[in-house]
């Protein structure tokens, strides 16, 4: 059972905005600016899409935003594309200097 | 440009350990963190732990306390992970990554350890 909490999947059409959230509690995603979102292909690793809440590594489309409230953080994909459809996962630092994940949500474009 | 190169894949048997190797290219080791997460077949990202290149000291998850140590080399710019007491449920791909601010920005490119009899 992972700390953070994610739906185990989502789906939107081409063109359509999805949200993903990641739920945890004050000891991590209330508590700290520290929440990242990744990204993975089947078969490849992971690749940083947000992180710090809000900030997207360069290369990254603007398409892929970042937001938190209180003990939620979400990641928000708009104007779906094709591309898009893989494994989100979201991490937070933790009290003590630990990080945390969340169990991961499939993003299907229908 | 920033790489992270791990070494291969491993089999094992039950009750051995393993080390894995992480060497870094690119930047400056010792200002970064580097992190190990692991993912068993078709399951999440699982956090095991980060290195302080700089000061040598680890932080690791409750879950592997005991099971894990993580070491570097300056010197070659090569992280380390070694995981002993194996069982089959350590079966999966373990990660290295970068720290950069509050999330991990590169990544190795993986390494299977499968733990089987």
């Known amino acids: 059972q992972s700390v953070l909490t994610q739906p185990p999947s989502v789906s939107g059409s081409p063109g359509q905005s999805v949200t993903i959230s990641c739920t945890g509690t004050?000891?991590?995603?209330?508590?700290?600016?520290?929440v990242s979102w990744y990204q993975q292909h089947p078969g490849k690793g992971p690749k940083v899409i947000i992180y710090d809440v809000s900030h997207r590594p360069s290369g990254v489309p603007d398409r892929f935003s970042g937001s938190k409230s209180g003990n939620t953080a979400s990641l928000t994909v708009s104007g779906l594309q094709g591309e898009d459809e893989a494994d989100y996962y979201c991490s937070s630092y933790r009290d003590n200097n630990i990080l945390v994940f969340g169990g991961g949500t499939k993003l299907t474009v229908l | 440009q920033v790489q992270l190169m791990q070494s291969g894949a491993e089999v094992k048997k039950p009750g051995a350990s393993v080390k894995v190797s992480c060497k870094t290219s690119?930047?400056?080791?010792?200002?970064?963190?580097i992190h190990w997460v692991r993912q068993a077949p078709g399951q999440g990202l699982e956090w095991m732990g980060r290195?302080?290149?700089?000061?040598?000291?680890?932080v690791y998850s409750q879950r592997f306390q005991g099971r894990v140590t993580m070491t570097g080399d300056t010197p070659v710019s090569t992280g380390y992970m070694e995981l002993s007491s194996l069982k089959s449920d350590d079966t999966a791909v373990y990660y290295c990554?970068?720290?950069?601010?509050?999330?991990?920005?590169?990544w190795g490119q993986g390494a299977l350890i499968t733990v089987s009899s």
């Open positions: 290195f302080n290149p700089n000061t040598g000291d680890a």
């Open positions: 004050t000891s991590d995603v209330g508590g700290y600016n520290y």
């Open positions: 990554a970068r720290q950069f601010v509050g999330g991990l920005d590169y």
């Open positions: 690119g930047y400056s080791y010792t200002s970064n963190f």
